[in-house]
């Protein structure tokens, strides 16, 4: 996380909660309200980092909802869109469907849709396309295995994925991306990523940006790490210079403790 000379971030900080296939409709309000308290209570940084929550579709519409009733400063996206725009596509999801909803992110490539849904780099690209046409910013999620890490080539392996993944993608269109780096080894497991290892992976990724799109591009992109982050792992991770947020499952599910990530500033200070 890079901080200017006026002590402003360079990037704006981004906490991300994935929901994964957690919380019905009626659960997603009440963790939403709650998240807000708990923000409004405690102010530290809530005003300098974006919160945002990826909740199941179904919650979407009941998000939307309180966070405009309310006026809450969380911004909500979707776990995934249909390569599509509309038609007969049983069960998708389109991305206009998703920006009548006020969605302002969709992720997209997350690891699970990789691995249990076929999802290659062709059919990322596809989707990145999509949230494109519907202007949706989307959040790329990238990351290798345990093997391709053991075996050293975790770097090369997530550049590909990348370089796959924004195939088609224009340097324009580049203002509105956030890449998330989850190595697959690290979700859901307890097993978290050094601070280092995030930093590693994501200067090359903004390197691998800056020459596709060039640096100035390459510098306002906001890059998340994701993979068993905690209120006790945020804060060092994202001291690191080219981490700008998280990407946070399990944790997320906790409004005390998603919180707690949030104000990770207040941790950088007390630390
Ligand atoms: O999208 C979030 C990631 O898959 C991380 O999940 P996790 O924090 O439960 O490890």
């Known amino acids: 996380m890079t901080i200017s000379q006026n002590g402003a971030y360079v990037r704006q900080p981004l906490i991300a909660g994935n929901w994964k296939m957690n919380m019905d409709h009626v659960q997603g309000i009440t963790l939403v309200q709650k998240l807000a308290w708990t923000l409004k209570d405690h102010e530290h940084n809530y005003d300098r980092a974006e919160v945002a929550v990826f909740p199941p579709f179904t ?12 006026k809450l400063e969380v911004v909500y996206g979707a776990q995934d869109l ?8 049983t069960g998708e999801i ?4 998703l920006k009548k909803l006020g969605c302002s992110y969709v992720l997209v490539g997350h690891s699970e849709r990789r691995e249990y849904h076929n999802e290659t780099n ?12 519907h202007e949706v910013t989307p959040m790329l ?11 050293g080539e975790h770097v090369a392996f997530t550049l590909n994925q990348l370089a796959e ?31 280092a290892d995030a930093q ?23 890059l998340l790490y994701g993979g068993s982050v905690k209120a006790a792992n945020a804060a060092a991770i994202m001291r690191e210079r080219d981490v700008d947020g998280v990407l946070v499952g399990g944790a997320s599910l906790d409004a005390e403790e998603f919180a707690n990530i949030v104000r990770f500033e207040h941790h950088l200070v007390t630390d």
């Open 200 to 222: 590693e992976m994501c200067a090359a990724i903004r390197g691998a940006l800056a020459e596709r799109f060039g640096e100035e591009i390459a510098e306002k992109t906001q």
């Open 165 to 195: 993944s924004l195939e088609g993608v224009s340097a324009e269109q580049a203002e509105n991306l956030v890449i998330a780096y989850e190595p697959v080894w690290a979700i859901g497991t307890g097993e978290v990523a050094g601070p």
């Open 94 to 97: 389109s991305g206009q469907f």
């Open 82 to 89: 249909s390569a599509q725009d509309s038609g007969a596509y």
């Open 122 to 133: 062709d059919v990322i690209a596809a989707k990145l396309a999509a949230a494109y046409r």
């Open 59 to 70: 919650d979407i519409r009941g998000v939307q909802t309180l966070v405009l009733g309310d």
């Open 141 to 151: 999620c990238v990351g290798e295995g345990l093997e391709v890490r053991k075996a």
